[in-house]
């Protein structure tokens, strides 16, 4: 299990966030539990099966919803 922390481009709405969390949710390996979608950081903090999945597998899933990805970091959880 990783844990992955994304920096986006400032989100503006609050659906926003609610629409970031159904693309990663809707991900294979998303511990559904563990992710917050951050509205005053732009930031989506999310565990992840990395035997499944890649953070840009996540990165993809953000960016096809239309949220610019700024950058990723990635840590044993």
Same mark, same amino acid.
């Given at each position: 299990?990783?844990?992955?922390?994304?920096?986006?481009?400032?989100?503006?709405?609050? +659906?926003?966030?609610? !629409?970031?969390?159904a693309?990663?949710? @809707? #991900?294979?390996?998303? &511990?559904?539990?563990?992710?917050?979608?951050?509205?005053? +950081?732009?930031?989506? !903090?999310?565990?992840?099966?990395?035997? @499944? #999945?890649?953070?840009? &597998?996540?990165?993809?899933?953000?960016?096809?919803?239309?949220?610019?990805?700024? !950058?990723?970091?990635?840590?044993?959880?």
């Amino acid at each position: 299990m990783s844990q992955g922390i994304i920096t986006l481009e400032t989100l503006s709405c609050p +659906s926003c966030l609610q !629409k970031i969390e159904a693309a990663v949710k @809707a #991900l294979n390996g998303v &511990d559904e539990d563990s992710l917050k979608v951050l509205f005053n +950081s732009s930031k989506v !903090k999310v565990k992840f099966d990395d035997q @499944a #999945l890649e953070i840009s &597998d996540i990165e993809k899933a953000i960016e096809d919803m239309g949220y610019p990805v700024i !950058k990723s970091v990635v840590k044993a959880a």
